[in-house]
């Protein structure tokens, strides 16, 4: 009797400059999702996966992206450490991995698309040489490509690294100790989006150079993404509308604030007097009309004075005039002062302010008990050297509550 398949797997394979490949599988693993697909480069396997409301909770103007990177500890036959032996919150390594991919794809979506998206990474297998966070931007990106969730992309990242003198792409764990240059760049078909990592001071030359070598990486990621699409018919996707426009309003606007508001950024004023001035300006327009008309006319005064002429204004002086927004030109840096040994009871401490940025930073010397054991699922060893940084509320004037980290303290 034939066994009756259930399930219609599509792949692709991407091949490397160096021969190894990389396999993108569709159909087969959570097909109630919006979009997912299983990327195999080895032994080592990522589950990608992207969900999308059908519709925008109401007042939504920004983009609600959601990304969520996770190694299960099972991928590579290992227990969590600790006594519950369940796994926990993210740990920095997967939060930072998670912000790689965000960063790349936030940018690609609508401007007028409002719709909850999450992106969800998961490694799900593990060989233990082969670095899984260059792949997870891949995933992440071919679970979008073969839904139909509006993205202007694909996009797909990937780990550069310079070896005696010789630029290589994804290389495993092992080779790293060799290697003077290791940089994450991600990017479309079209452009570069993202770049960071460390080097050994290396030339503008040399940096340049592997961002070039990466691209031409991404480009053969992306043009498979493409291929992969439009074979399933998920290049054609959904329709939606998540705003209601006025463009009478946006017009009168533009018409009859710019030049008002471009005086103001012209300035050269503190910031928080100057978002004042900003303020009272879009306030003295929003006057004219009653509180009925208010309801519906209030979100769209926000958005249009914002988008079509505070920010246009900014950015037409920065590039017409070489001016920023304080007063200095475009090659001017901020006054700095510094104070060392500030706490008197700390090991070190520093003041560091320019402009009207400032950190206080505290350094404490410890053990070797005090070292942090890092119990991650790929990586096990001790760190001597740990950097914590915390950005409150008040930092900015906010008037908010400090719950607990956000990612951007995570780095």
Same mark, same amino acid.
């Given at each position: ?21 990389? %396999? ?39 983009? =609600? ?11 590579? +036959?290992?227990? =969590? ?27 690609? /979506? ?46 797909? %990242? ?39 990592? *460390? ?43 998540? *705003? ?33 001035? /900003? ?16 309801? %519906? ?29 304080? +007063?200095?030109?475009?090659? %001017? ?18 003041? /560091? ?37 915390? /950005? ?20």
């Amino acid at each position: 009797m034939e066994e009756k398949k259930l399930y219609n797997a599509v792949r692709k394979i991407i091949t490397l400059a160096d021969g190894r490949q990389i %396999e993108i599988e569709t159909g087969k693993l959570a097909k109630q999702a919006d979009g997912s697909v299983v990327v195999k480069m080895g032994d080592t396997m990522l589950l990608g996966t992207v969900v999308a409301a059908k519709d925008a909770k109401p007042d939504t103007d920004f983009m =609600p992206l959601q990304v969520e990177y996770k190694e299960k500890y099972a991928s590579c +036959g290992r227990y =969590p450490g600790g006594f519950m032996k369940r796994e926990g919150k993210a740990n920095d390594a997967e939060v930072l991995t998670a912000r790689l991919i965000d960063r790349a794809l936030r940018p690609l /979506f609508p401007s007028d698309y409002h719709a909850e998206v999450y992106v969800t990474v998961n490694l799900i297998s593990a060989d233990k040489d082969i670095q899984p966070d260059a792949l997870a931007g891949l995933a992440a990106s071919a679970a979008l490509a073969v839904s139909d969730i509006p993205f202007g992309g694909p996009i797909s %990242e990937v780990r550069v690294v310079r070896k005696n003198g010789q630029y290589a792409i994804n290389p495993g764990f092992s080779e790293m100790a060799e290697c003077d240059l290791d940089i994450m760049v991600g990017g479309t078909i079209d452009n570069i989006l993202m770049v960071e990592g *460390e080097m050994k001071e290396v030339s503008e030359e040399v940096m340049l150079g592997a961002i070039k070598f990466a691209h031409e990486e991404i480009k053969k990621h992306c043009a498979v993404q493409i291929e992969l699409a439009k074979e399933l018919g998920k290049d054609v996707k959904r329709t939606y509308c998540h *705003e209601v426009n006025d463009e009478e309003l946006r017009q009168t606007i533009i018409r009859e604030l710019y030049d008002k508001a471009y005086a103001i950024a012209t300035s050269g004023t503190m910031k928080h007097e100057r978002s004042d001035m /900003f303020d009272a300006l879009e306030a003295e327009f929003a006057s004219r009309y009653t509180e009925e008309e208010l309801v %519906e006319k209030a979100p769209l005064i926000h958005k249009y004075f914002h988008d079509d002429v505070q920010k246009k204004a900014m950015r037409n002086m920065i590039l017409d005039e070489g001016k920023r927004l304080d +007063g200095r030109r475009t090659d %001017e840096i901020r006054p700095i002062w510094c104070e060392v040994g500030y706490l008197p009871a700390a090991h070190g401490s520093a003041i /560091f302010t320019r402009g009207e940025t400032q950190s206080l930073t505290t350094v404490t010397l410890g053990t070797k008990l005090d070292e942090k054991v890092k119990d991650e699922v790929l990586v096990q060893g001790t760190e001597q050297f740990v950097l914590h940084y915390n /950005f409150p509320p008040f930092s900015t004037g906010e008037a908010k509550a400090a719950r607990g980290l956000s990612r951007r303290e995570i780095g």
